[in-house]
Structures are given as structure tokens and as C-alpha cells.
């Protein structure tokens, strides 16, 4: 990140330690100043790590904020790391703090014989 860069992200939800199944919303922030002016980030990617591998999806602005959907259940159980990678107009770049969140294994259904 070139000197005097300011670029801030960290992830609103989920919150470090949860349990989560199904659609999992991610919010993170992503701003930077300018002098007494805090712009958002001009982009930011949500980054997933485990079991299967790790995946980025792209951050959509909300204008309070930047969001992303994860359907858990396709990855499937496990230990999970998220952080995000925001970027200002000069292109420089800023991870978060990784949060780790647990995706539990889908109930079985009931099924009559």
C-alpha cells in the first residue's frame, strides 16, 4: 500500500466464532480519507477459505456498506476463514482481519420407508 494511504476493511457480520448454514450475508466496510472526507473503497472482494478450497466474491456497494451472499451449504461442513481485500482509486489495496466462522453439516431428513 503506497505511504500515507489510509484504506480501512473489516467484516461486520458474521461475527468471529459463529455458526452459520444456509445463505450466510457477509457486510464489510471499506473507506478511505481524504483530507476530512471518508470516501468508500472503489471496490472489495469477500475472500473464503476452507475445506473446499479457497473463493473471492466480489463485494456488491449497498452505500452504506459492501455485501455478499454465501450459500454454505454447497461448500459444506467445516471451519471457514473470510476476510476481505478493499481497494481505493490509486489501486491500493487493504486486507481485513480474518474471521473464522464454523458451517455445521446439513440435519437429515426424515424419510419413510
Same mark, same amino acid.
Given at each position: ?8 476493511? *473489516? ?16 457486510? /464489510? ?11 468508500? /473503497? ?52 487493504? *486486507?481485513? /482481519? ?16
Amino acid at each position: 500500500m503506497p505511504r500515507g494511504s489510509n484504506l480501512e476493511t *473489516e467484516i461486520v457480520t458474521p461475527k468471529p466464532g459463529s455458526d452459520v448454514s444456509g445463505s450466510v450475508s457477509r457486510v /464489510a466496510s471499506g473507506t478511505y480519507n481524504i483530507g476530512s472526507l471518508v470516501i468508500p /473503497a472503489t471496490r472489495l472482494s469477500f475472500v473464503i477459505d476452507g475445506p473446499q478450497g479457497a473463493a473471492t466474491l466480489p463485494g456488491v456497494s449497498t452505500g452504506y456498506g459492501w455485501f455478499a451472499a454465501w450459500d454454505s451449504a454447497k461448500d459444506g461442513p467445516g471451519t471457514y476463514s473470510i476476510h476481505t481485500i478493499a481497494f481505493d482509486l490509486n489501486g491500493s489495496r487493504r *486486507e481485513s /482481519a480474518m474471521v473464522i466462522v464454523h458451517v455445521a453439516p446439513q440435519s437429515q431428513k426424515n424419510e419413510e420407508p
